[in-house]
């Protein structure tokens, strides 16, 4: 018989009865108890606190600061009743304490008599704190204590911040009232500084007035001194121009007299002269220029010709049978040809080696040319302009003797000027001295009081002057400058969503460990009809996997539509889930396959030993060192996991991760109880008569 049938089988027998029929129900909706009805009594345990009975006890009796009332207690009554973090019932602190004992509340939260007076006294001359005082009893409830922790934490945070804005805002006001009067005492400041401002004014006109002409006459002495010094250089200076001009003169005139009378009576030989030179440098330049420019191909030619006559003179003279009688002169010519060649090639080179003195002789010889040209053009009237050039020359002479004479004058009477000078520049220096020492002390007063008024207008600006807008905001922000930005990446919306990858295995684990209670976890028509080891395994993990599928899908069902868990990946969640239930399924065979009625005594042991180490509530480094140890082996530790991942999101690595972890148990499993089938189709006294049953 094929493993499908023989696992139909095993369900088939369920619909034999009514009583099998309920059992194969019970099956179904057991995952129920232990998956929706845990998940829903935990949904959402914080959402509901305000039905939590606390006592509240205010016995402030208030207090005054700054001339206002100051009522921190009921301030903080009226808050917390608007927050409904709890139930709370104003009583007294007689009532909350027996309340609290007898377990009419959970918890007492009590304001001190003098709670608003230690909140005012902040601005006194002894300032203190205030304690909110919280009684509660672990013998009613240990968890709501330790809420009240948190919660209570939150209200002494924000207490104390009001009572800090309070405190703030007083000495904000405090700096208006300052920055009021150092306006004023700075404004008074002001007068007093523009009253000895204008004293000081006049004496530092005075003084500068003063200063200005003991400047003035100082620099008047100076520059007449200057001045005197000058015009001793210039008297000694236009003296030697007028002897050098005198000088110049006499050598001119005695030159003049000698060559005068010869340019006079040869000035056309001087200009036949200049263009005869003109026009032989023009010559010489030009023809030079032709025999740069000839002497190359001169020398060629000469070689060519000595060429001609070489082979003229071997052919009729050394290779002729009869000489021809005119060899000797050819001979010579031969001779006389060749010595041409050699002239012309030390001519050639000694044009190319001398090449740059050549350019420079042409050079020089158009030059020699152009000057040439220019005499013989004067020539005719330079009589005239040597004898214009004396003239000149004589009238220079004089004038350098007048100025001479002048300049000697002139320093004579700018001595007589440098002496009086020197006099008032000294008598207003004494007068000038005075006035600075008035203008000093005035400036130290202006100056103490420029300093008095400007510290009182800096001090001003320093102190703070905040309108009631700008206040509440420094307040706020001084009596709270640190707030926390939480930012949850995948976050679950309530208590049971976080508990959900917890409780959905264990249901499903406690649904296949029922589910062996009513089937077999070995065939027994297969065992005794010697079917193969690993078709019984199958035909008896099959039926629990359908089973378990079945379990998975209402479960999840209920959980989603009637109790509204919201999943990331739904899809994802609810195939992963079959997974599960197929791999408990499998280990739940093996282990009552292989160890009878003691392996369901290890099946409930080893669920206890995943719920302790899967970190299912607290994170599992939390717990002692022996539950981190076996936490990677057990596959519970995978699933919640995953579980988490998928419902509330997340990367799916773990996801991955926990298949990989589900198949290899499940193969396992399998694999052992196919070994245990094995065993079983073999009979021992122990199988006959066993020493425990279930």
Avoid at 583 to 595: D, E, H, M, P
């Amino acid at each position: 018989m094929r493993t499908p049938r023989l696992a139909a089988l095993e369900l088939r027998r369920f619909g034999r009865g009514k009583l099998p029929r309920a059992a194969l129900v019970a099956l179904l909706v057991l995952p129920l108890l232990y998956g929706a009805l845990y998940l829903w009594s935990f949904w959402d345990p914080y959402g509901r606190l305000d039905r939590i009975p606390v006592a509240l006890v205010n016995d402030d009796k208030g207090a005054t600061a700054g001339g206002k009332k100051v009522t921190a207690g009921d301030d903080l009554v009226a808050g917390l009743r608007d927050s409904r973090t709890f139930e709370w019932h104003e009583v007294s602190d007689a009532e909350a304490r027996r309340g609290v004992e007898d377990g009419t509340y959970y918890l007492s939260l009590t304001m001190p008599a003098d709670f608003s007076g230690r909140i005012a006294s902040s601005s006194g001359d002894s300032p203190g704190t205030s304690a909110l005082r919280v009684r509660t009893n672990d013998a009613n409830n240990y968890i709501v204590g330790q809420i009240s922790k948190t919660v209570f934490n939150e209200v002494r945070s924000a207490a104390s911040t009001k009572a800090s804005r309070t405190f703030l805002d007083r000495i904000f006001i405090s700096f208006s009232d300052i920055h009021g009067k150092t306006v004023t005492a700075a404004k008074g400041a002001d007068r007093l500084n523009g009253g000895i401002g204008k004293a000081e004014k006049g004496s530092k006109d005075l003084a500068a007035g003063l200063k200005d002409a003991k400047s003035g006459s100082g620099k008047l002495a100076k520059g007449l001194k200057k001045l005197n010094s000058g015009a001793g250089r210039l008297e000694d200076g236009s003296q030697g121009v007028a002897d050098g001009t005198q000088t110049l003169a006499n050598d001119v005139n005695g030159v003049y007299k000698q060559a005068g009378p010869f340019l006079k009576d040869n000035e056309k030989t001087i200009g036949d002269t200049a263009r005869l030179v003109a026009d032989s440098a023009k010559t010489v330049r030009h023809n030079l220029e032709v025999m740069v420019r000839l002497a190359p191909g001169a020398a060629k030619t000469a070689h060519a010709s000595s060429a001609v006559l070489d082979e003229v003179y071997h052919a009729r003279c050394e290779k002729a049978v009869i000489p021809d009688p005119a060899c000797p002169d050819l001979k010579k010519a031969r001779q006389a040809a060749a010595d041409v060649a050699t002239v012309a090639d030390d001519l050639n080179t000694l044009i190319a080696d001398q090449d740059g003195d050549l350019k420079t002789m042409r050079d020089n010889l158009g030059t020699l040319q152009k000057q040439a040209q220019a005499l013989a053009a004067r020539a005719p009237h330079l009589y005239e302009d040597v004898d214009d050039a004396v003239k000149k020359i004589n009238e220079l002479n004089d004038g350098a003797a007048e100025v001479a004479a002048g300049a000697k004058k002139l320093h004579a009477g700018i001595g007589t000027a440098g002496t009086g000078a020197a006099k008032l520049d000294k008598g207003i220096g004494t007068a000038e001295s005075g006035a600075q020492t008035l203008s000093g002390g005035m400036y130290k007063l202006v100056d103490g009081s420029g300093k008095l008024a400007g510290g009182l207008h800096d001090g001003a600006k320093k102190i703070p002057d905040y309108d009631k807008q700008d206040r509440d905001q420094r307040t706020g922000v001084m009596a709270d400058p640190v707030q926390l930005a939480s930012h949850d990446l995948h976050k679950a919306p309530n208590y049971g969503t976080g508990f959900a990858p917890y409780f959905i295995p264990l249901s499903l684990w406690v649904g296949a460990m029922v589910a062996y209670m009513l089937i077999p976890p070995l065939n027994r028509r297969a065992l005794a009809a010697g079917s193969p080891a690993w078709r019984i395994a199958l035909a008896g993990w099959l039926p629990v996997v359908a089973v378990g599928v079945l379990q998975t899908a209402a479960l999840m069902a209920v959980l989603h539509w009637a109790i509204g868990l919201q999943m990331a990946r739904a899809a994802g969640t609810v195939g992963f889930l079959f997974l599960v239930a197929a791999c408990f399924a499998a280990i739940v065979q093996w282990l009552n396959a292989r160890f009878g009625a003691a392996g369901r005594i290890l099946v409930l042991a080893l669920l206890m030993l995943q719920l302790t180490s899967a970190g299912g509530t607290y994170p599992v480094q939390t717990s002692p060192g022996f539950f981190n140890a076996i936490h990677p082996f057990l596959p519970m530790s995978y699933i919640v996991e995953a579980l988490r991942r998928l419902i509330t999101g997340g990367g799916l690595g773990p996801v991955w991760q926990a298949c990989g972890v589900l198949t290899a148990f499940t193969a396992g499993a399998v694999a052992l109880t196919a070994l245990a089938a094995r065993r079983r189709q073999v009979w021992t006294l122990d199988r006959l008569h066993p020493e425990l049953s279930l």
